[in-house]
């Protein structure tokens, strides 16, 4: 049992970051706060939508629903100067790099409701 006094490791405080070096093809660096103030349609899209997020088998990998819409396979990562890389299986991000199920991913990390992995430079 722990008690005040209790010495509590940094491993429990916090999970430790997670880095990953490689990401599926098509990958793109993303800047959300330009795509909020650029694109605000897709962001407030997500926003507004009814969304599942499930986690894949990696920590960058996801699975995303919106709005009842078929679910998409999502990767999004943070690099270490706070903008993202990020990839999403659906055809908007396949024709404009932005989609609102990388902005869902994206909002719910920013709630603290999902840890994105930091993406290797290298």
């Not at 990401?23 to 793109?28: K, N, V, W």
């Not at 100067?81 to 932005?98: L, M, P």
Request: negative net charge; contains cysteine; proline residues 7%.
């Amino acid at each position: 049992m722990k008690t005040a006094e209790s010495p509590t490791t940094t491993s429990e405080c916090s999970p430790p970051d997670q880095w990953i070096s490689r990401q599926p093809s098509g990958t793109r660096d993303l800047d959300f706060q330009q795509i909020r103030e650029r694109q605000s349609a897709t962001w407030n899209a997500a926003l507004d939508a009814d969304v599942d997020v499930t986690k894949g088998g990696r920590p960058d990998l996801f699975l995303v629903s919106v709005d009842d819409d078929c679910p998409v396979n999502c990767s999004l990562a943070e690099h270490p100067n706070g903008t993202h890389a990020g990839w999403c299986s659906c055809e908007v991000f396949q024709a404009t790099t932005v989609c609102p199920h990388l902005c869902v991913l994206r909002q719910h990390a920013a709630l603290g409701d999902l840890d994105l992995p930091m993406r290797d430079q290298t």
